[in-house]
Structures are given as C-alpha cells and as structure tokens.
C-alpha cells in the first residue's frame, strides 16, 4: 500500500480537462512539494510537475499541478490521445527520510 | 544532453547478489544527488535509495536497509547499487535518476534511465 493516494484509474475524450489527485500526509506534502511523473507504456518516468506547479520546459502549459494542505492535484486541459499514460505523484516523507510515490493513475484517452 | 545508462542486472538465485552501475553523461555528475528507484512487473514506482552529491548522506527504504548499499565515483562519474541477499520481492525494473539538486534528500529526480531488469529466482 502506497503512502501517497491516488485513483487507479481515470478516463476522458479528446480535449477534456482530466484531474487527478493525490492525497498524502503531514509528514510529506505538509512540509514538502510535491513531484509529478508521466511514465508512457514501455518507458522510463518522465517529470512532468516540480514543486508542486512548476513544468520543466518541454512540457506542454496543457499540464499543471497544484497543492492544498496535503493533497496535490495534477490537472490536464484539452486531452489528447498521446496523454494515455501512467501518472505517479511523489514527495520527500520527513518521517521516513526517503521518497514515496503514489500508486499510479492509469489514464485512458477514448 | 543528459544520459543515464545502467547495466549489471541479470537472474540472480534467492540470497544471491548483484551490484548495478549507472553510468552519468551530459551533466556534472558530482555537483547531483542520485536515486535509484525501482518497480516491479506490472506494479508502481518504488524508491530504493538516495545519496548525496559527495556521497557524504545515504539514505534507503526500509525494504531494502541492511542489504542493499548505494555508493557513487565522482572521479568515474558513476553510481552503484550493491544488493545483497536477495529476495523475489526485488525483482523489478532498476531505475537511475538524477536529483534536480546536490542532495540525496529532498531534491526531487529529474532525469532517469532506460532502466535495467533484475530478476530474482531459483
């Protein structure tokens, strides 16, 4: 069981706004930012949101990432077939002094 | 451009032990914190172990503290993982990452490898 939350599954059609969520606790999101991966099948992770709403360049503005206490969201505006993928969230865990990453969302784009 | 290449992994008998290498390009290895993570057939991201830029704080999972060592040659510009005593519960993808920032800790990885398959069986 992953320390962080997050829904295994998520779907939208082509140019939706998808959210996915994740939910952590005190010890990680509350004092830490939070990390967001896209891992395509068959790859390696990629980052795709650091500290919390930060896209490294590359990464299209149609994704963007948000905090609130401690949970963090990841949004993806005007879906497009290519965004099917697997989504992590992770953070620094202060209790444990090492990451931890959500379960993956599995995205679907119908 | 930056590259993460590991090697070492192959099928190893339970107890058995392994060291993977993760080669560094394309950046100044030694001024980065390191991560290794891993991931099993089928299943999620799991972090296995971090070190910082002098390899001077390591830091591991739970599951693997005690048998696992993560180590780095700046001079060679590559990071190890030796694994110890293993068990079929480590078999998985072993993935190498760059950390944004010079810490082992909470400086979140930004570049990975292609990743390398460690299997674990009798």
């Known amino acids: 069981q992953s320390v962080l939350t997050q829904p295994p599954s998520a779907s939208g059609t082509p140019g939706q706004r998808v959210t996915i969520s994740c939910s952590g606790l005190?010890?990680?999101?509350?004092?830490?930012?939070g990390t967001w991966y896209q891992q395509l099948p068959g790859t390696a992770p990629k980052l795709l949101v650091k500290?919390?709403?930060q896209r490294p360049s590359g990464v299209p503005d149609r994704f963007s990432g948000s905090k609130s206490g401690t949970s963090a969201s990841l949004a993806i505006n005007g879906l497009q077939p290519e965004d099917e993928a697997d989504y992590y969230c992770?953070?620094?865990?202060?209790?444990?002094?090492?990451?931890?990453f959500g379960g993956g969302t599995k995205l679907t784009v119908l | 451009e930056v590259q993460l290449v590991e090697s070492g992994g192959h099928l190893v008998q339970p107890g058995g032990s392994l060291r993977l290498s993760c080669a560094a390009t394309?950046?100044?290895?030694?001024?980065?914190?390191m991560t290794w993570v891993r991931q099993a057939p089928g299943k999620g991201l799991q972090w296995v172990s971090s070190?910082?830029?002098?390899?001077?704080?390591?830091y591991y999972a739970g599951a693997v503290r005690g048998r696992f060592t993560v180590a780095r040659d700046n001079s060679k510009d590559t990071l190890y993982l030796q694994m110890n005593s293993l068990r079929a519960e480590d078999a998985a993808i072993y993935y190498c990452?760059?950390?944004?920032?010079?810490?082992?800790?909470?400086?979140?990885?930004?570049?990975w490898g292609q990743g390398i398959l460690v299997s674990v069986s009798s």
């Open positions: 394309g950046f100044i290895f030694k001024n980065h914190g």
């Open positions: 500290a919390n709403n």
């Open positions: 992770a953070a620094w865990d202060d209790s444990l002094s090492g990451w931890v």
């Open positions: 005190t010890s990680n999101f509350g004092s830490e930012t």
């Open positions: 070190i910082s830029d002098s390899g001077g704080s390591k």
């Open positions: 990452a760059r950390n944004w920032g010079s810490s082992g800790a909470n400086s979140h990885p930004d570049y």
